[in-house]
């Protein structure tokens, strides 16, 4: 028998309980032991749930007792579960967490704290919920060099934009249809703002850099700027808009970005809707590969978490996870990348076509029905500093959209 602590019993610490309660036997088998949730810690009680019994309110509970081989940490944020976490392997016990704040902030120096004491840190739940990317990445594709990884790491802003484009709503009206369908938070600025999916490209950056990236070093723009006039544009272009979480080699530079983006149909993520997630892969001998499932939720998290259990307790005494150093990489400069850019402008396109072009270059026009004193237009490549050079010196844009591929 191995004994597992679970640290918070909020949604997905509940979930974790559930899931090995639902599937104990096939997850026994595929551990090839027996898995028992020995404590829960908890600041509350739950008096009229059967998890009562292992509730204890103390961590060191957890970590004095010898016979506590894994914990689960899935209380969030930074403080305490960095302390907790900490003080667990050192303890000599190994972790599994979903906590993606702790692993973009920590990750390097727990995983090598982990790997001193021959035990693990795992984390598959922190960034693509119930999609197994961390676990390819680590082990599947660990003969390629990674190219690109782009995804849609946040199902919130994905249920939102997708309905603004396929129903035509705006952005106030979905932020309330997803926080009252309990997608979104009462709070929602993790989400739209783009902080969530940062952090957790930044997770995927350093793993394929095998170097610290912080999440503050991220280019990051939300979605709270996208509106149906947006989607309009969009659609006349055959595209759609997804905010896009992206990590890309340039030479030996590694670039990083969560921004809104327009997708054309042949993107491999255009057809990603509602709360769903998916992320886009690209290695030098694997070529392109995709992986897509519930990027969140109680029981997709919990079934990640658990995995990671089970991968624990097969290698007790074999640390088992890919590490990247503490040392910090230095991302290419957002100035420096190149790409097209869609942009909103005031006024009539007839009466500002020579100022555009004498400012932008060769750029395609476009009119949207319905939409008067404004028009829209695509630029030719263009690195963003130079875009920003020449947006300076234009009146009257009203939004500007990078344009992925």
């Given at each position: 028998m191995v004994n597992i602590a679970v640290m918070g019993y909020g949604t997905v610490g509940s979930g974790v309980v559930e899931v090995i309660n639902t599937n104990s036997d096939i997850i026994n088998q595929r551990a090839g032991d027996e898995i028992n949730v020995k404590y829960v810690l908890d600041i509350r009680d739950f008096p009229d749930d059967p998890i009562q019994e292992k509730i204890v309110h103390d961590v060191n509970v957890i970590i004095n007792d010898p016979e506590i081989r894994i914990v689960v940490e899935v209380m969030g944020g930074i403080e305490p579960a960095y302390t907790f976490v900490k003080q667990c392997l050192e303890a000599g016990k190994s972790v599994v967490t979903s906590n993606?704040?702790?692993?973009?902030?920590?990750?390097?120096?727990?995983?090598?704290?982990?790997?001193?004491?021959?035990?693990?840190?795992?984390?598959?739940?922190?960034?693509?919920?119930?999609?197994?990317?961390?676990?390819?990445?680590?082990?599947?594709?660990?003969?390629?060099?990674?190219?690109?990884?782009?995804?849609?790491?946040?199902?919130?802003?994905?249920?939102?934009?997708?309905?603004?484009?396929?129903?035509?709503?705006?952005?106030?009206?979905?932020?309330?249809?997803?926080?009252?369908?309990?997608?979104?938070?009462?709070?929602?600025?993790?989400?739209?703002e783009g902080y969530d999916a940062c952090r957790k490209i930044a997770i995927l950056s350093s793993l394929i850099s095998g170097q610290q990236v912080d999440f503050e070093d991220i280019y990051t723009e939300g979605i709270t700027k996208i509106t149906k006039e947006d989607m309009l544009y969009a659609k006349e272009l055959g595209m759609?808009?997804?905010?896009?979480?992206?990590?890309?080699?340039?030479?030996?530079?590694?670039?990083?970005?969560?921004?809104?983006?327009?997708?054309?149909?042949?993107?491999?993520?255009?057809?990603?809707n509602d709360v769903f997630n998916a992320v886009f892969v690209h290695g030098n001998v694997l070529g392109d590969a995709?992986?897509?499932?519930?990027?969140?939720?109680?029981?997709?998290?919990?079934?990640?978490?658990?995995?990671?259990?089970?991968?624990?307790?097969?290698?007790?005494?074999?640390?088992?996870?890919?590490?990247?150093?503490?040392?910090?990489?230095?991302?290419?400069?957002?100035?420096?990348?190149?790409?097209?850019?869609?942009?909103?402008?005031?006024?009539?396109?007839?009466?500002?076509?020579?100022?555009?072009?004498?400012?932008?270059?060769?750029?395609?026009?476009?009119?949207?029905?319905?939409?008067?004193?404004?028009?829209?237009?695509?630029?030719?490549?263009?690195?963003?500093?130079?875009?920003?050079?020449?947006?300076?010196?234009?009146?009257?844009?009203?939004?500007?959209i990078r344009i992925e591929g």
């Open positions: 993606k704040a702790l692993v973009a902030k920590h990750g390097a120096e727990l995983l090598s704290i982990a790997k001193e004491r021959e035990l693990n840190f795992l984390f598959e739940a922190s960034v693509g919920g119930g999609i197994p990317i961390i676990r390819a990445l680590n082990s599947s594709l660990t003969a390629d060099k990674i190219e690109e990884i782009t995804g849609i790491l946040n199902g919130t802003t994905n249920y939102m934009l997708s309905k603004m484009f396929y129903e035509g709503a705006d952005y106030a009206e979905v932020l309330k249809e997803a926080q009252d369908n309990g997608y979104a938070e009462r709070n929602p600025e993790a989400d739209v759609t808009i997804k905010l896009l979480a992206s990590s890309k080699r340039h030479g030996n530079h590694l670039h990083a970005i969560v921004a809104p983006a327009l997708l054309g149909k042949e993107h491999p993520l255009y057809n990603i995709m992986f897509y499932g519930s990027g969140a939720g109680k029981l997709p998290t919990a079934s990640a978490v658990v995995a990671d259990v089970v991968d624990e307790v097969k290698h007790l005494h074999r640390n088992i996870m890919t590490m990247w150093k503490n040392e910090k990489l230095t991302l290419l400069p957002i100035e420096d990348t190149c790409k097209r850019f869609f942009v909103r402008m005031n006024g009539d396109a007839d009466k500002r076509r020579d100022e555009v072009e004498a400012l932008f270059g060769n750029v395609r026009f476009l009119n949207v029905e319905g939409l008067s004193d404004e028009f829209g237009f695509v630029t030719e490549v263009m690195t963003e500093g130079e875009y920003g050079k020449k947006a300076e010196k234009a009146e009257g844009i009203l939004h500007m």
